[in-house]
């Protein structure tokens, strides 16, 4: 089984620089998923990691350290539109196409 | 662009209905799932499926049934629905491969009276 934790709620100011993080347990990784879901809508994919350090795509990145169980998405100059919640998800060996989704992190951007 | 589609927004049923919850996808993928999603809990898998006639159970099957008789579609059953049957539900599909993302449906929130 997976244990997948991650901040519920995190202010930031328009501009500004974020890191939201998630911990993870798992008898056996094998792949972490970031999305981002607004209020009434579908989760969209931002990124992956599977290997050990710093994915860049555009205003977004995201981390990962395997030895530590840890993942973070940075999420840089942001912009109102930011407000979402942003799921971490974890796939384990052998589960097929299976994710395991921590809580969310719902992300308020004030001006 | 990937699209999946899901066949209501919004469904309002009653305790011991039979309610079906039907999502499309037109994008071949051979998996798709079916996810209730819940303030505070997120993301729970209640049943997936690999191929046609193939499903597998998630973490949270009880009270619900699936069916996938055609590759594009995946049907969320519930038997006799009951009061903390009440969430949105969420359709997504994959490629099989690893690294594929799963691709989300619009959702369906479901309340039973």
């Known amino acids: 089984g997976q244990n997948i934790d991650q901040p519920t709620e995190m202010t930031a100011t328009e501009g500004a620089i974020v890191q939201i993080n998630c911990t993870y347990q798992?008898?056996?990784?094998?792949?972490l998923f970031w999305y981002q879901q607004h209020a009434g809508e579908a989760p969209t994919f931002l990124s992956y990691?599977?290997?050990?350090g710093l994915e860049e795509k555009g205003r977004f990145s995201s981390f990962l350290s395997r030895s530590k169980g840890y993942s973070y998405l940075l999420l840089k100059e942001l912009q109102m539109k930011d407000s979402a919640s942003y799921l971490c998800a974890v796939r384990e060996n052998n589960a097929g196409n299976m994710l395991t989704f921590g809580g969310g992190t719902r992300l308020m951007v004030k001006p | 662009d990937v699209k999946v589609t899901q066949s209501s927004r919004y469904l309002v049923k009653r305790t011991g209905e039979k309610v079906f919850l039907e999502c499309v996808q037109d994008m071949d993928h051979e998996n798709m799932f079916w996810y209730r999603q819940d303030p505070g809990l997120g993301l729970r898998l209640i049943y997936f499926s690999y191929d046609v006639k193939m499903k597998e159970k998630g973490d949270i099957p009880e009270g619900y049934s699936v069916s996938r008789e055609k590759k594009e579609r995946f049907s969320l059953i519930l038997e006799s629905a009951s009061t903390n049957q009440t969430s949105m539900y969420l359709c997504?599909?994959?490629?099989?491969?690893?690294?594929?993302?799963?691709?989300f449906g619009p959702g369906t929130r479901l309340l039973v009276l």
């Open positions: 997504a599909s994959s490629l099989l491969g690893r690294r594929e993302t799963q691709y």
């Open positions: 798992t008898s056996g990784f094998n792949g």
């Open positions: 990691n599977v290997l050990d």
